[in-house]
């Protein structure tokens, strides 16, 4: 299973696909994959871990009771998204972020019409030690991933959403009580693509 030091070697030479500045729409965002390895104490050959939120439930919100990574939209004074992801971090779940280790490619797009024009920036991290989160009112609840769980196929299953009369499915796993699926899962497929790991890749992607 993968173990940080892996991740970050497979991440450090890695080249995003960006947005050029002229096509970004008006909604930008970033989010942040945070990365913890267990140490032997904790867990024997223990997978590294990664943190995902349960965003609260909000009349109005497109991704409303959604998991998530930590972020959001950036705002006029983030100098660059990379701040918005650490900013949004500090806020949501009030954990510092040093240097991210690296940046994925950028997203856009989805076939929920309540969504506007986005474009989002995923940039991925590590702490050192778990650290002590304190979610404030956007955030329902925090968990770590073990990565191994998120590659195992027993995992993995479909999520089904309806949408103006017309259900629909789409890729996602399930962790405890936590379903991940929508623009999160593009993501996690990006980030195991660069890290040299496969995960279900159908269709329809939300």
Same mark, same amino acid.
């Given at each position: ?10 991440? &450090? ?50 991704? @409303? ?5 930590? $972020? ?35 997203? @856009? ?31 329902? @609840? ?51 693509? &660069? ?10 992607? $939300?």
């Amino acid at each position: 299973m993968p173990r940080l030091d892996d991740i970050r070697t497979r991440l &450090v030479d890695y080249r995003p696909t960006t947005a050029p500045d002229e096509d970004r729409p008006d909604f930008e965002a970033a989010v942040a994959l945070v990365l913890y390895q267990p140490d032997a104490s904790e867990a024997e050959g223990a997978s590294a871990e990664l943190l995902f939120i349960e965003r609260a439930q909000r009349e109005g919100d497109p991704w @409303s009771g959604h998991m998530a990574f930590p $972020g959001g939209r950036r705002e006029q004074a983030d100098v660059d998204l990379q701040q918005t992801a650490a900013r949004e971090t500090l806020e949501e779940v009030g954990l510092a972020l040093r240097e991210p280790i690296a940046s994925l490619d950028h997203f @856009s797009g989805s076939r929920n019409v309540r969504v506007p024009p986005l474009l989002v920036a995923p940039y991925v991290y590590e702490v050192h030690e778990r650290p002590v989160l304190e979610a404030n009112h956007e955030v329902n @609840s925090t968990v770590w991933v073990p990565l191994r769980w998120i590659l195992a196929s027993e995992s993995w299953t479909a999520y089904e959403v309806e949408r103006d009369d017309a259900r629909m499915e789409f890729p996602a796993f399930r962790y405890d009580r936590y379903t991940v699926w929508g623009l999160t899962y593009r993501i996690l497929r990006n980030f195991f693509a &660069v890290v040299g790991r496969e995960i279900p890749s159908p269709d329809d992607e $939300g």
